[in-house]
Structure formats: structure tokens, C-alpha cells
């Protein structure tokens, strides 16, 4: 016999770093594979951009939040 419980549904937060951080690597491996990088100081910069970008999206989101 199932059980008829009402659960209040539990949805986290969107780590915002996580993401846009998780989708640059993605996108950096891609451009790797395909050669459309080949300079290293182009990818770092990429990478350092990217995640100060990362960064600062995570702090608005938390100061939006009100965490």
C-alpha cells in the first residue's frame, strides 16, 4: 500500500561557480581537441578570464540571495 505523504519538494541553489566554471573547461577541452587554440598564453588568459568571470557571477548571485 503506498503512503500518500506530502513532501515539500527540495530544490537546492544553483552553484553558480560550479556551472560556469564546469562549462569553461568544457569548452576549453573542446577548442583543444579541435586545434583552435594552439597558443598556450591565449588559453591561460581564456582560463583566467573565465574564471574570475565565474567568480564574480557566484558573488552577485550570493549577495542577491541575501546569503
Known amino acids: ?3 500518500d ?3 515539500p519538494s527540495r530544490l537546492h ?6 556551472l560556469l566554471s564546469g562549462s569553461l573547461f568544457v569548452v576549453l577541452g573542446i577548442l583543444i581537441i579541435t586545434r583552435a587554440i594552439t597558443d598556450p598564453l591565449v ?3 581564456l582560463l583566467v578570464v ?3 568571470f565565474a567568480g564574480l557571477v557566484a558573488i ?3 549577495v542577491i540571495r541575501g546569503k
Open 1 to 3: 500500500m503506498p503512503r
Open 5 to 7: 505523504v506530502d513532501r
Open 13 to 18: 541553489r544553483t552553484d553558480w561557480m560550479a
Open 43 to 45: 588559453l591561460v588568459s
Open 50 to 52: 573565465g574564471l574570475g
Open 60 to 62: 552577485v548571485a550570493r
